[in-house]
């Protein structure tokens, strides 16, 4: 996944007495993508989301579209060379109205619309700029896709590149509240809230049997998922998941161990509920997980595991057993200190909802399954 960083543009890094004002302005320009608001992003590149946008005869001369999108709709070869996962700069023959971009920023449109373009690509002047608006779409929950400089625009609300840095920060992330819980896998477990003065998720540890720290804990991170969570669905293993390893640390406690389970509010690994959900229809139609997230314009994986690598550390955690069969996982929690003394398999059997999505994970995303 290519993110945006500062420090690859030769912007100066954010002082601290400039951060807080940062992240305000990070968190500002979510609520107005999420709101339909357009945003100028660095020294005057004003964006209007697609899919939220509105306003009476708005249109632009050029539509800003991630890597991704562009692969569907054949303009790969036209995406910045220096920077293969770099967004697309497109212009048409005539200018982009709100309803021909979503038509071009939502895969479900694609049969209402199957003739798309031709389009050109212009050299993205503010590729910096450029990639932080995709980043900012993701988190905002929107699809990636905005019309550049639309007239009539509004007021746009202003960021700067180096300001994503400050907010996703995962050293503002503290302990906020903490609470003895008893759950069904054990009657021995606490319950821990983190909050970061930035983001408004809000993740939470389960700490079952007593810690204990000369014995290394059982660690699970498990990724929101209200699917397969709450409404038991069978198109994931979620579910079954988590209450595997909530048994398993059950069982660890029972034989003087413990366990974490870190839950972390990233939800569709990290592109948001309906993105998700978009992702689900997608798979309908015939495409795995990986292909329904790209034809979103969405990365396949896009998880903060360095908030997890926090978290432990605010518990006061820095040797775990981890269960998992993510590769990735180990190495990014490695890349935070974090020593893992073993990978514990948590394989559990498919069912015929989600055979398909188990190898897909397994055949292009590299988990260690049979």
Not at 105 to 128: S, T
Not at 138 to 151: I, K, N, Q, S, Y
């Amino acid at each position: 996944m290519f993110r945006p960083c500062a420090a690859d543009y030769g912007i100066r890094p954010l002082s601290g007495s400039d951060q807080p004002a940062a992240a305000r302005r990070v968190a500002l320009a979510l609520d107005a993508l999420r709101h339909g608001w357009p945003i100028r992003i660095g020294d005057g590149i004003t964006l209007l989301p697609a899919e939220t946008g509105f306003g009476e005869g708005v249109r632009a001369d050029r539509m800003l579209i991630s890597s991704a999108r562009a692969v569907t709709l054949k303009l790969a070869n036209q995406r910045e060379a220096a920077v293969p996962e770099a967004p697309v700069l497109i212009r048409a023959a005539e200018p982009f109205t709100l309803e021909m971009a979503r038509s071009l920023a939502d895969p479900a449109l694609d049969l209402r619309y199957p003739m798309k373009g031709p389009f050109a690509a212009e050299p993205i002047e503010q590729l910096a700029a450029a990639s932080m608006a995709m980043e900012l779409a993701r988190l905002a929950g929107v699809l990636p896709a905005f019309l550049v400089e639309p007239e009539p625009s509004g007021l746009a609300q202003p960021v700067n590149v180096a300001d994503l840095e400050a907010w996703t920060d995962s050293a503002k992330l503290a302990i906020a509240a903490r609470a003895r819980l008893p759950i069904s896998a054990s009657e021995d477990a606490e319950i821990v809230a983190f909050r970061s003065t930035d983001d408004m998720r809000e993740h939470v540890a389960l700490i079952i049997g007593r810690q204990n720290g000369e014995r290394a804990p059982l660690v699970r991170l498990h990724s929101e998922c209200l699917t397969g969570d709450i409404l038991g669905s069978l198109k994931c293993d979620c579910g079954p998941q988590l209450d595997a390893a909530l048994a398993s640390m059950a069982g660890e406690a029972n034989n003087g161990g413990w366990g974490v389970l870190l839950y972390l509010r990233q939800e569709g690994r990290g592109i948001g509920l309906i993105n998700k959900l978009r992702a689900y229809q997608l798979q309908d139609q015939g495409f795995d997980t990986v292909d329904a997230n790209n034809r979103l314009g969405l990365p396949t994986e896009a998880r903060d595991f360095p908030v997890a690598a926090r978290m432990l550390w605010l518990l006061g955690v820095q040797q775990i057993r981890l269960m998992t069969n993510n590769p990735a996982k180990l190495a990014a929690l490695e890349a935070e200190g974090v020593t893992i003394t073993e990978r514990v398999a948590h394989q559990l059997p498919a069912n015929p909802h989600n055979q398909r999505y188990l190898a897909t994970k397994r055949d292009r995303a590299g988990h260690l399954l049979l």
